[in-house]
């Protein structure tokens, strides 16, 4: 027999363990979910490797198995799966890999501790979570196709691993259990109907028998036998007919592939059938995974055969912008040892992914006309992810993200559908108007919005980092293109006023031809143009971007991605009725050398900068000169 070995844990693991081993989590039930979760893993992978490995096949029926030892205080998880070679032992369990584990740890670490319990359910801690409820934790494995076993102890500081034998190959996980403690949310893990009641809460659709050994009552004169009960019903949820089911369980059942503890928003069967056949069940959760945007996230749907479990976030069957969206699918027709090539070429994947996609469509008009508050929190949570579809999607799915698109406008309060903006946009509209920038409140009072808000023309107010691509990629809406505000010459004269602005505007400029001039002359390093505009009505200054060139929020993008990005010089727009013009035309008319309109110039250039968000260059020069114009110096 080979010495222990004594290993420390990953960082990330001590974190993880200490949270464990002080929780006051109040379901430290889901120990079990996660380890029967973890068996029946374990089992599918078995499974799955049987098909094409003659070697593994055996007669044996798959299960988990429960075994309470009330004397000894240690409850036992038995499987006959997979099992680990010692290597992954260490690997498995003395780090994490999961990106969803480690954000949830960060967040641990902002909150100094203090998270909230029930965040360890969503997350789901998977194996660690054994220290909630026991001081020691033993695991005997072996390795299906290796002959030697290795066993792995743990009292939550460091870990210690050995060779050792086990007569089949599987995993068995033994809790030396706490005492029972009502206050502290733990109960009698010993006792068959604590069992009983969280197997069937949790675990009832796993598809593998769970069983448990319980002495029987004979009847006959107090004799008692021995005999194994299995605990779940094992059915497969999305092949039951639909009345059969209950809220409850399609929840629960959420909960164990989503890992989410809140209830999902809607739910989606699946039913194909003709040439071939398939059936799932998908689910709109009610709130986005702290890593929707992690570009390790994993996708949401789960592929069956013939309920055979073949794969997690199946890639084919679901586009990366819905990812978010949970579920199973159940192929009939498909080889169980179909690979990841195949499934790429698949036609019927292929059908089922356009299946899926129409649904989770359908859905989402649904929920958006018949329940539009639920539809405003899943726009806020997956509104963003669903836009990227604008981007890598197909023409079809642009129209059909566009048609779920709630947007914020300067004409409305709450969010909007985009057929509602052009409903109210009137006759003759021949684009539609956007603003983009880095939030709602730093772009509603934008000085390029004033010609638009005096002229009652709606203007979407775009936040989201994504929103600037989609909108380069020259979409329609409605036979519509968007347009920016901030970009390129804004005419917005109507009807019949046209020449009279024309005579107004040519007026305008003979009047402050010479300001003009003045100003471009000092700014020449910073901007391409100075001219006047008709965008503004209160303010004195903007900045705008020619027709073709990238916008603000777009240059930040590249520059925080690292790209190198030549400085792009913009137009100055000056407001001819602001009064600070008259006042530099007098300036420029008396001495058009005086130091003081560099000031103004710099002033406006400044204010123009800062009231879209941007930053000034020299933000000390510009709050000194503010000081010397409020002190009149
Ligand atoms: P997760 O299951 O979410 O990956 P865990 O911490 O629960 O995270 O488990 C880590 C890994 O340990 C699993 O991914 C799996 O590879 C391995 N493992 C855990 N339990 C078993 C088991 N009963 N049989 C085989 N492997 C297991």
Not at 279 to 308: C, N, T, W
Not at 514 to 532: G, K, S
Not at 603 to 614: N, W
């Amino acid at each position: 027999m080979s010495q222990a070995k004594r290993h420390e844990f990953q960082a990330e693991v001590k974190q993880l363990l200490h949270l464990m081993i002080h929780s006051l989590y109040s379901h430290k039930d889901i120990f079990l979910r996660e380890l029967i979760s973890n068996a029946s893993d374990a089992l599918d992978r078995l499974r799955f490797e049987q098909v094409t490995n003659e070697a593994l096949q055996s007669d044996e029926e798959l299960n988990i198995r429960l075994e309470p030892d009330k004397g000894q205080r240690t409850l036992t998880i038995h499987d006959n799966g997979i099992g680990m070679t010692r290597d992954e032992v260490i690997e498995n369990l003395g780090t994490i890999a999961r990106s969803g584990t480690k954000s949830f740890l960060d967040k641990l670490q902002n909150a100094d501790g203090n998270l909230p319990p029930e965040l360890i359910g969503q997350f789901g801690v998977g194996f660690y979570a054994s220290f909630m409820v026991a001081d020691k934790v033993e695991v005997l494995t072996r390795k299906a196709g290796e002959e030697t076993a290795t066993k792995w102890v743990s009292t939550g500081d460091a870990f210690e691993v050995e060779d050792a034998t086990r007569p089949n190959p599987g995993t068995s996980i033994t809790l030396y259990l706490k005492e029972k403690d009502e206050e502290d949310h733990l109960e009698d893990y010993t006792d068959d109907w604590v069992l009983r009641r969280i197997v069937k809460r949790y675990s009832d659709f796993v598809s593998y028998p769970i069983k448990l050994r319980v002495w029987e009552d004979k009847g006959e004169a107090g004799a008692k036998t021995l005999e194994d009960q299995t605990l779940n019903s094992q059915k497969a949820i999305w092949a039951r007919p639909k009345d059969e089911v209950t809220d409850d369980e399609y929840n629960e059942f959420y909960r164990h592939i989503a890992h989410d503890w809140s209830e999902p928003l809607a739910r989606i069967p699946i039913r194909i059938e003709g040439t071939f056949e398939a059936q799932g069940l998908l689910f709109i959760p009610s709130q986005a995974p702290v890593d929707l945007y992690h570009p390790e996230m994993k996708r949401g749907v789960q592929l069956y055969v013939k309920r055979v479990f073949i794969m997690d976030e199946c890639k084919e069957l679901i586009p990366a912008y819905l990812r978010w969206v949970k579920g199973v699918v159940d192929a009939q027709d498909l080889s169980l040892n179909v690979s990841r090539e195949i499934l790429q070429k698949d036609r019927q994947i292929r059908a089922i992914h356009k299946q899926l996609v129409k649904k989770v469509f359908d859905t989402l008009e649904t929920i958006k006309t018949e329940r539009p508050e639920d539809y405003r929190k899943l726009w806020n949570h997956f509104g963003a992810a669903l836009k990227e579809g604008l981007v890598a999607g197909e023409s079809k799915d642009h129209e059909r993200i566009l048609d779920a698109m709630l947007v914020r406008t300067t004409a409305d309060d709450g969010l909007v559908t985009l057929s509602e903006v052009v409903d109210g946009m009137g006759e003759g509209a021949e684009a539609i108007w956007y603003m983009s920038g880095p939030s709602y409140e730093a772009i509603r009072n934008s000085p390029h919005l004033e010609a638009f808000k005096s002229k009652k023309i709606p203007v979407l107010l775009l936040t989201d980092a994504i929103d600037d691509i989609w909108l380069d990629r020259g979409l329609k809406f409605r036979d519509l293109p968007f347009r920016s505000v901030a970009k390129g010459d804004v005419d917005l004269a109507k009807g019949g006023d046209e020449a009279e602005e024309k005579k107004a505007q040519d007026e305008a400029e003979q009047t402050y031809k010479d300001v003009l001039t003045a100003v471009r002359i000092r700014l020449q390093d910073e901007v391409q143009e100075v001219r006047l505009s008709n965008r503004l009505t209160d303010s004195a200054v903007c900045l705008v971007a020619d027709k073709d060139a990238l916008n603000p929020q777009m240059e930040r993008l590249m520059r925080q991605m690292g790209q190198e990005i030549p400085k792009q010089k913009r137009i100055l727009e000056l407001n001819p009725d602001h009064a600070v013009m008259g006042k530099l035309k007098g300036m420029v008319a008396e001495n058009d050398t005086d130091p003081a309109i560099q000031d103004y110039a710099e002033l406006l250039y400044g204010q123009a900068l800062l009231a879209e968000g941007g930053t000034l260059e020299d933000p000390s020069r510009f709050s000194q000169l503010v000081a010397k114009l409020m002190v009149g110096a």
